[in-house]
Each structure stands twice: as structure tokens, then as C-alpha cells.
């Protein structure tokens, strides 16, 4: 038995590699260069929405030109950990703390415009308030008003 990979995933990795990072890899033959084109520009472009939404501060700190070669280099480089589209802003985050040469702060950056954006979207926990508390055995809350 061969341990080749079969056509079609010897496909699919050459397309992809193409996708993320078109520099270093070859398109497949058989893929004519203005489709490959639409590809790498829908993927990177679904990046650089997605990101750019999550880390506004990061992207205006750094630049417009440098925040595009930064997620040029994320999609070409990071092995995400997860297939789940949302997960990729905290995915971005410890790519970034993975990194050499970029300023000292902005993966601290990053990370702190994570945390706001992951507390913004978390559920509000509906605490049951009794107007009569024994302050012997219960915990006083604060009046929410």
C-alpha cells in the first residue's frame, strides 16, 4: 500500500497552501490564476474584516499597511487550533504573542481589546434579589439602581 496522499488531499493541501500563502507555494495546475485570485482575495479579505473588527485600537497604533502584513503573515503562518469562526480574534492574539519583531505592546494590545470584546458578549446572569435579607447568614448586595 502506497502512503501517498490521494489526488484529491494532494489537491486540496497544494490549493490551500496556494490560499494562505501564494508567495512560497504554486497554485495547482489545473486552477486557472483569475479564480485562485478570487480565492486568495475572499480569504484574506474574511481575515482582515474579522480581525480588523475585534482590534481597532491594534490596527490604528500599528497602521493600515503594516495591520494588512500582519494578517497576511497570521493567515500564511498561524495553525489555528479551531475551525470555529469566532474563536479566530483570540487565535490572532496568541499569534501575536508568538511573534518577534513587532512593537513590545501590542500583543498586550491585543489581548486587552480581546478581554473587552469577550466580557461585552458575555450572557447577563440575572441574580434573584430577596427584599428581605437576614445579614447574619446572607451576603448584602448593592441596589442595581
Not at 484529491?8 to 497552501?17: I, P, S, W
Not at 484574506?44 to 503573515?73: D, E, M
Not at 474563536?87 to 512593537?103: D, K
Not at 473587552?116 to 441574580?127: A, D, G, K, N, R
Amino acid at each position: 500500500m502506497s502512503s501517498a496522499l490521494p489526488d484529491f488531499q494532494q489537491y486540496q493541501l497544494a490549493f490551500t497552501a496556494h490560499i494562505r500563502n501564494p508567495t512560497l507555494h504554486k497554485k495547482p495546475a489545473s486552477v486557472a490564476e483569475n479564480r485562485m485570485a478570487v480565492y486568495r482575495q475572499a480569504i484574506f479579505n474574511n481575515f482582515l474584516t474579522t480581525v480588523s473588527s475585534c482590534f481597532p485600537v491594534c490596527q490604528q497604533v500599528v497602521g493600515v499597511r503594516a495591520w494588512k502584513k500582519l494578517i497576511q503573515r497570521f493567515v500564511a503562518e498561524h495553525a489555528a487550533k479551531t475551525p470555529i469562526f469566532k474563536e479566530i480574534p483570540f487565535e490572532f492574539t496568541q499569534f501575536l504573542a508568538s511573534l518577534e519583531g513587532i512593537p513590545p505592546y501590542l500583543p498586550a494590545l491585543a489581548h486587552y481589546e480581546w478581554v473587552e470584546l469577550e466580557v461585552t458578549h458575555q450572557p447577563i446572569v440575572q441574580v434573584e434579589i430577596s427584599p428581605i435579607t437576614d445579614f447574619l447568614d446572607e451576603i448584602p448586595l448593592f441596589s442595581p439602581h
